[in-house]
């Protein structure tokens, strides 16, 4: 790490995060149950139970920084990047985040069948957050990487799922965003096309942005991260060197199994 | 800054209630839902505006022929009555399935959940204006001869948009935790076309009924869309009271966007 050369820049800070949920059993959940307990004057009485997702979680990632978060199935990991990601309020605790995020959680989001990959390029990037500046200024590079030649002008639905990963990955990674969250998408397309991506998200941590990885698979936090960062029981158990938390968290999942 | 009590409005307690931070958004989901209206047929278009149309015709037919209502120029109150009905009803049931018909986005991306009935209400609103100079075509050729009072009819439209929007955002989130209320909308939006005098007059109402009128948040909106295409002069009270009839809805809808849309989503 590069952590005596340049001074470390918060881009993600989180501050006593704490997200819990309403279990309620007796929500009426429709119109009909709604009315029926109005009448019977029982609305009142609808129990309330909030189970914690995440609780007391402090930790900040810096610019430049490829970190990795692990944890089991459960233990709130997709809460968490939906949290930072702005999508769920924190219940108790502060995110502060500098920069838009590029979510690469779900590739070609909002992408419309009917309309040209091309039409989808400015539909996806407005999706994502980001101006019509900005979306323009990339769409030559966007189309360079996807590589889809005279198919950009086509309907997307004439594209098959692995053209459509193409784009929406090109999308994302080319519209200048200082922050990426990552949930195991790479893990698609074909062998030559994951490759790319690979290369791609290791270009743009050399250019100091900040990924944050949501995985299960040790080896990628091994072979890419900085950092790992492991969830278990709604908490941090650990946070430090990639490697040491990825054997931490085989070690934790043969105790567990 | 310029004229903040203004802004306050359109940006009440700092939310964005109109999406005014995010018209890149806003341009690219009503130019994609209008391009899907109409480029995959290419009568389009036409079917959008037919459809009003023809409804008006079965309307006359039943009303002015069958049951012989005496309406002077009854084709024009029709089509003046049933237009923005069909803007109002289309963008209310619309806007209220859009948080679970987008709920795979919104639980993905970060996308203001108010972004999706906006879209919905100016599509429609979109169609609702193309179809205006069809009305007043029709107003035209039937001898209708308009003056100064056309200058209220931007009034009517924002006081007609913003009744639908607010609507749509307090029912797109009721509809989250109740999911039957979809069969209940249609059913109520079918209620309240025949309960608005959209195909007679208010003044047709028996006795007994009238003091319901005002009751109808539409009821003051109508009557003067009707005096505006029919070529007559508003009455400044009805214009009043339908402002006052929005002020509630979009309060009430920035109580809902506030509270509980964002919590809404942990929902879907």
């Keep these: 790490m590069n952590s005596t050369s340049t001074p470390k820049v918060p881009s993600i800070e989180v501050r006593g995060l704490t997200k819990k949920f309403q279990v309620n059993t007796t929500r009426p959940g429709s119109l009909k149950t709604f009315l029926v307990r109005l009448s019977r004057g029982q609305l009142k009485s609808t129990e309330k139970q909030e189970f914690s997702v995440l609780s007391d979680l402090s930790f900040t990632i810096h610019e430049g920084e490829f970190v990795g978060i692990m944890g089991r199935n459960g233990v709130g990991k997709s809460t968490l990047l939906k949290l930072i990601s702005g999508i769920y309020e924190p219940t108790l605790g502060t995110i502060k985040v500098k920069g838009t995020i590029a979510p690469l959680i779900e590739l070609g989001a909002g992408f419309n069948p009917d309309l040209s990959g091309y039409e989808n390029i400015f539909l996806n990037a407005s999706i994502l957050g980001f101006g019509r500046e900005v979306t323009k200024k990339a769409v030559p590079n966007i189309l360079n990487f996807a590589g889809l030649g005279d198919h950009i002008y086509s309907p997307v639905r004439n594209y098959s799922s692995g053209m459509q990963v193409r784009l929406g990955f090109s999308i994302a990674t080319h519209l200048d965003a200082p922050i990426l969250l990552i949930d195991e998408v790479l893990a698609v397309g074909d062998l030559e096309f994951q490759n790319k991506c690979i290369k791609k998200i290791k270009e743009l941590h050399q250019q100091r942005r900040t990924i944050v990885l949501i995985t299960h698979n040790p080896e990628a936090v091994r072979n890419h991260c900085d950092r790992c960062v492991l969830i278990d029981k709604h908490q941090i158990i650990f946070d430090g060197p990639a490697a040491q938390g990825a054997s931490l968290y085989e070690q934790n999942m043969d105790l567990n199994s | ?268």
């Design chain 2, 1 to 268: 800054m310029l004229v903040p009590g203004f802004l306050n409005l359109i940006r009440p307690f700092n939310f964005d209630l109109f999406c005014a931070g995010k018209k890149f958004l806003i341009f690219n989901l009503v130019s994609r839902d209008l391009k899907i209206k109409y480029r995959r047929s290419f009568l389009g278009f036409f079917w959008t505006v037919l459809h009003p149309l023809i409804l008006c015709g079965i309307y006359y037919f039943i009303f002015h022929e069958i049951l012989q209502v005496k309406i002077p120029n009854y084709v024009i109150f029709i089509l003046s009555g049933v237009i923005p009905w069909t803007f109002f009803s289309t963008s209310v049931i619309e806007g209220t399935e859009t948080l679970i018909g987008n709920s795979s986005l919104l639980t993905k991306v970060p996308i203001p959940p108010q972004t999706f009935p906006f879209v919905a209400c100016l599509t429609n609103f979109i169609t609702f204006l193309l179809a205006m100079p069809i009305v007043f075509s029709f107003g035209l050729i039937l001898g209708v001869s308009y003056g100064f009072q056309l200058l209220y009819l931007p009034v009517l439209a924002v006081i007609l948009f913003s009744m639908a929007y607010t609507l749509a955002l307090i029912l797109s989130v009721a509809y989250v935790h109740l999911r039957d209320l979809k069969h209940a909308i249609g059913l109520l939006m079918q209620i309240w076309f025949y309960a608005t005098p959209i195909l007679y007059k208010p003044e047709m109402i028996p006795q007994k009924f009238q003091g319901f009128l005002y009751l109808n948040p539409l009821g003051g909106l109508f009557a003067c869309f009707h005096r505006l295409f029919l070529g007559e002069n508003l009455v400044l009270r009805d214009i009043l009271i339908s402002i006052a009839w929005a002020a509630i809805f979009y309060l009430l809808a920035i109580a809902v966007q506030v509270k509980k849309a964002k919590r809404a989503l942990e929902y879907l």
